[in-house]
């Protein structure tokens, strides 16, 4: 039974905003009203929020420990209505951690008898389906409960936001015209957030949402992201050598950058860029001449050499965004930010994702690039502390991959195995076997070396473990791997949502095909150069790249979105709760 049981087909609620003097809410034919401390000091919110912290850093244990040590404060002459609900709520939850099938049906049997109650359990749903990877069930979840109080709304508003503005964003477009009025008012208000190219013209977009949804909850009490005023830069530099080894490279970057810059022209006015050669002057002093010439915002170098000089050099008196990641190095420049596709980010995304799937002993398989062996030392990094590599192999040779695949899930021993029986015995009827201690495989591998892999897992009894690679895997991809389905990859929003911007741009470069995520960067780097003071007061860029955030060192890192191979095709994910036969990765 997949979990979509619950979502599909339900009746909304209507969206009737209660105002400060409506009656309580009625929950099953009991009446019922908001506690007067709100909704954010409820216990079981609270709880569930202490643990979504928890689950999202990886400690999956200790999300399950720190429900059950509350669980465990549930004294017997608590179990009243109120008391047996938590204790409900609570396995529930734990159960869910456990396994999302029977956590999902155990939250199904549960029924509320109170306002907080009800917040509770659509919070609660919302969170496991949004875990499952199912952003329409989780928003749904949340639309369909009413708060009550300013304090509640504005806490309600902040949740369904906090969802939309996660990987989710990308899908606003591909919403269906059975969602609740609602539900499409958040998502048109999540594709404003998605494409606007400035906080002016996220501003502007916003007010004439609200116009046309004057009762919707967000219009009463907007998210943070819709109430900032900032001023964007004016006069942007963009430095890029335009020769030598990286022409090729910062010819895409800049076209993807000029092509937004025009795309966005008629409704983000006042806006001037000039480029320049930074193979024609050293990077310090080309800086100060841009400077000096009137810009207010420093786009590039593209080179790491140039890099480090620029945020290793002096404070500079308008900011800059390099165009490139310098590990480790001493950032002096304050104003300096550092924006890259690192494939590091696609990395953090597959250690999220064996955790949504429970997988706690991985088989890794590196490929002979240098980014292979820069993700696997990574990978090895962030794990999460549950999480175990059971082995590992590096793929040196495509004519050995199928070698070293048998030996690795020791089907190799197997065989030696049956061979030293026979010349004992005599003839065995006998069918192979592999290891059986694996929950997934990763492999960080170019396309060739996944199609010899897809097909060596299939031959050697393992093609249906989960199967996760990073999204350079599919670069320049030219052959079909026969065996590929199922197998889920990072990949940048712009490959899977088409967006007006990435048709344009597709349509007016012949190369783009091939250097479509440098496109895509070169887009990227025009957004951020417009949404500075919004980064730096901690609020995310929703970029052709991925969801772009600030850290502590001035890092813009990267939350990719996750594709699969459907019929040797490159499609969006399906929710964890959508399992299909040819969905091995889920099963």
Same mark, same amino acid.
């Given at each position: ?9 339900? =009746? ?17 034919? =009991? ?31 200790? !999300? ?49 008898? #109170? ?6 359990? !659509? ?8 875990? /499952? ?35 989710? *964003? ?64 004016? #006069?942007? !530099? ?13 010819? /895409? ?100 994702? +064996? ?52 030996? *690795? ?30 929950? !997934? ?78 496109? /895509? ?13 919004? +980064? ?52």
């Amino acid at each position: 039974m997949a979990l979509m049981m619950f979502g599909i087909g339900c =009746q909304s609620t209507s969206h009737r905003i209660p105002t400060e003097g409506s009656s309580p809410v009625s929950v099953n034919g =009991q009446a019922s009203s908001p506690s007067r401390k709100g909704l954010r000091a409820d216990p079981l919110i609270q709880i569930l929020d202490g643990t979504s912290v928890l689950y999202s850093n990886g400690n999956l244990d200790d !999300a399950k420990a720190f429900i059950r040590s509350h669980l465990s404060q549930i004294q017997p002459a608590d179990f009243g209505n109120e008391g047996s609900f938590r204790q409900q709520f609570l396995h529930a939850a734990i159960l869910f951690y456990d396994d999302p099938q029977k956590g999902l049906n155990s939250m199904q049997r549960l029924t509320p008898t #109170n306002y907080n109650e009800t917040a509770a359990l !659509a919070a609660l749903k919302a969170h496991a389906f949004s875990t /499952a990877g199912n952003c329409e069930e989780s928003i749904h979840e949340l639309v369909t409960f009413i708060p009550v109080g300013l304090h509640d709304r504005q806490e309600w508003s902040r949740r369904v936001w906090d969802v939309l503005t996660d990987w989710c *964003i990308y899908r606003s477009d591909a919403q269906d015209a059975t969602l609740s009025e609602p539900a499409k008012g958040w998502w048109a208000l999540g594709k404003i957030a998605r494409d606007a190219v400035s906080q002016s013209q996220r501003n502007l977009m916003f007010s004439d949402w609200r116009e046309s949804h004057p009762d919707h909850l967000a219009s009463m009490h907007p998210p943070e992201h819709f109430q900032l005023r900032a001023r964007n830069a004016t #006069n942007i !530099a963009l430095l890029l050598p335009q020769s030598g080894p990286l022409s090729s490279a910062a010819r /895409a970057i800049r076209n993807g950058f000029l092509s937004t810059h025009l795309f966005h022209l008629q409704t983000v006015g006042g806006v001037n860029v000039k480029v320049y050669d930074t193979e024609q002057s050293d990077i310090l002093k080309l800086v100060d001449k841009a400077i000096t010439e009137g810009a207010d915002a420093i786009v590039g170098p593209l080179d790491k050499d140039r890099v480090r000089a620029v945020v290793q050099g002096d404070s500079l008196p308008v900011p800059t965004i390099a165009l490139n990641r310098v590990a480790n190095a001493p950032v002096n420049n304050a104003r300096s930010l550092q924006l890259a596709i690192a494939v590091e980010d696609d990395v953090v995304q597959i250690v999220e994702k +064996l955790n949504a799937m429970r997988a706690r002993k991985v088989l890794l398989f590196i490929g002979g690039n240098y980014w292979s062996a820069r993700a696997s030392v990574w990978l090895k990094s962030v794990m999460s502390p549950h999480m175990q590599i059971v082995d590992e192999t590096v793929l040196n040779n495509l004519a050995e991959i199928t070698e070293d695949t048998a030996e *690795i899930l020791y089907v190799g021993q197997s065989n030696r195995r049956h061979e030293a029986l026979e010349t004992k015995i005599g003839n065995l009827e006998f069918t192979p076997r592999r290891r059986h201690d694996v929950d !997934a495989v990763v492999a960080l591998v170019d396309h060739p070396e996944f199609a010899s892999l897809t097909a060596a897992l299939h031959y050697h009894f393992a093609g249906g473990l989960p199967l996760l690679v990073a999204e350079p895997t599919f670069r320049n991809r030219q052959l079909e791997a026969e065996y590929a389905n199922g197998t889920l990859y990072t990949s940048i929003p712009a490959n899977l949502y088409s967006t007006p911007l990435t048709e344009e741009m597709q349509v007016s470069f012949t190369e783009s095909d091939l250097l479509f995520p440098l496109y /895509a960067f070169g887009s990227d780097a025009y957004k951020v150069a417009l949404n500075i003071q919004s +980064l730096e007061r901690g609020y995310s860029v929703f970029g052709l790249t991925g969801v772009l955030s600030v850290n502590q060192q001035g890092v813009l890192t990267r939350r990719p979105v996750w594709g699969m191979v459907d019929n040797q095709e490159l499609v969006p994910a399906i929710p964890v709760d959508k399992p299909t036969d040819v969905l091995r990765s889920l099963l």
